[in-house]
């Protein structure tokens, strides 16, 4: 039998730790198949929903409603019907008018066109007494301009970030993968992902480079650093995983890593199918790459380097080496291509969301100044109505005339009368009274008028308008909560 002396322990010891072990390089293997499960996924373009023109239309019909005769009038051919082609002398007096005129010609042919009135009210075109107008004529501008400037504003987007297109990008990503888009794990070739066929030295094919012929994707990178070495190269143990190796290995001094070795690399990283490629996960796969660079004297290494060389030898380095990254690593990795190229799509990317995000809240302040423009004209109806109809006289109300009843048709006009809106918006829903059924605002006041003589029968029954008793001491007749408690109550009830 025989025995290990200590100095033939030792030998082994320092041999061993000469040569690169098993698995050394399965962090970079791992970084770099994320980049290749990339190829598999679906690049997520967030969508940039455009401007509500509709909604933006809308506003104008109405402001334009609420114009005057004359503004209205100015916008047509005589008699006819028919809006001028181009801005006249009246609307150039106007500043701005350049920017505005197409929104105003568009409201004068919508308040021309030939349809059903439930479609033009529908659509903002209303037809406003003079007085309606007047009411609402200012407040309604103020809407419109704010409107305007959320319907003329353009996302901050490049032409390319506009047209971005998932498939397309998708493209790009597997080019830099395998060096052709229209290849995959099964199909790609050595010379495809080197560029040109690398040659008969592993180490000159092994430096990060976009010149033709070096390792400048993905595909390249791998074989790189997971092929096991042959002919004047001594074989590692299997580095990345113990299928990466391939079969013929890479001839050192005789040819390029085989086709078929190239794929079976390819073919040890997990898919990716069904998963979305983001921004942040673009990102994410570059810098894993980037992280686990090292440096000795001066040159950068992706993979387990020994000493001399990256030629795919165990003593030596199985690598991918980057000249002048201790004086600028940066400029370095950036000789790979892919990864600026991936960045540079990250961002567009990031930048079209925060431009889809800004569009839809565009789009909701629309909606809701629309809400708002609505309630100006309702609000002015009400004001014009109560003209009209004599309800009130120097802005104040007639002592001698109730409140009119709960018949508002906006949240604000509803409220300010003393009602209660029951509804979903400013103008969608119902006005109805507080409390009893029916009561008006008057007879509020007087509950209220009474309440302050709580516990106090005597002020209660003392207060009068002359002969008429304004509270009473009394139990309610009907539909209080207290029915059974004697209290100060609206004496006219």
């Not at 322990?9 to 994320?34: F, K, M, Q, S, V």
């Not at 059924?437 to 008028?449: D, M, P």
Request: hydrophobic content about 35%; some cysteine.
């Amino acid at each position: 039998m025989k025995t290990l002396t200590v100095a033939s322990i030792w030998l082994l010891t320092i041999g061993a730790a000469a040569n690169i072990d098993r698995g050394e390089n399965r962090l970079e293997h791992a970084a770099l198949c994320n980049l290749v499960a990339l190829t598999d996924g679906t690049v997520d373009i967030p969508v940039v929903p455009p401007v509500d023109l509709t909604t933006c239309q809308y506003i104008q019909n109405l402001n334009f409603s609420a114009a005057s005769q004359e503004w209205q009038d100015s916008f047509y051919k005589g008699d006819t019907g028919k809006v001028h082609d181009d801005a006249q002398p009246y609307h150039k007096a106007f500043k701005g008018h350049e920017i505005y005129w197409a929104g105003w010609k568009a409201a004068a042919a919508a308040a021309k066109e030939q349809t059903p009135e439930p479609a033009k009210k529908e659509a903002g075109v209303l037809a406003l007494s003079a007085a309606t107008r007047q009411h609402a004529k200012r407040r309604l501008q103020r809407v419109a301009e704010a409107a305007h400037k959320l319907c003329t504003a353009s996302p901050a987007l490049s032409p390319e970030q506009i047209t971005l297109d998932g498939s397309k990008e998708l493209t790009k990503i597997k080019a830099a993968v395998f060096g052709n888009p229209a290849k995959d794990r099964s199909s790609a070739t050595t010379n495809e992902a080197f560029g040109a066929t690398p040659g008969n030295a592993r180490a000159t094919a092994c430096a990060a480079d976009q010149a033709n012929g070096k390792a400048k994707t993905v595909a390249a990178l791998l074989s790189c650093i997971c092929t096991k070495g042959a002919g004047t190269a001594t074989a590692a143990n299997p580095v990345c995983t113990d299928k990466t190796d391939g079969s013929t290995g890479w001839q050192e001094g005789t040819g390029p890593v085989p086709d078929t070795d190239l794929r079976a690399v390819l073919k040890t990283c997990a898919s990716g199918k069904g998963q979305l490629i983001t921004a942040q996960r673009l990102r994410a796969a570059v810098e894993a790459v980037r992280t686990l660079m090292t440096e000795d004297s001066g040159a950068g290494y992706l993979g387990k380097f020994k000493s001399t060389s990256c030629n795919g030898s165990s003593g030596n380095g199985v690598c991918v080496s980057f000249a002048a990254y201790g004086t600028g690593p940066a400029d370095a990795f950036a000789k790979l291509g892919w990864p600026a190229q991936l960045t540079k799509l990250a961002e567009d990317m990031e930048d079209r969301k925060t431009a889809a995000a800004a569009s839809a809240q565009s789009n909701a302040m629309l909606r809701q100044l629309a809400d708002q423009a609505r309630a100006v004209v309702d609000e002015a109806e009400e004001a014009a109505a109560s003209q009209r109809d004599g309800t009130i006289t120097n802005g104040k109300t007639k002592s001698n005339v109730k409140t009119a009843p709960c018949s508002a048709k906006t949240n604000t006009t509803c409220t300010r009368a003393g009602c209660k809106w029951e509804g979903t918006s400013e103008t969608e829903g119902a006005c109805k009274p507080k409390d009893r059924e029916g009561q008006t605002v008057t007879e509020a006041a007087k509950e209220t008028q009474c309440a302050r003589h709580t516990g106090d029968r005597t002020a209660c029954e003392n207060d009068k308008t002359g002969d008429k008793q304004n509270c009473a001491w009394r139990k309610e007749k009907d539909k209080d909560p207290e029915l059974e408690n004697e209290m100060c109550r609206n004496g006219s009830l």
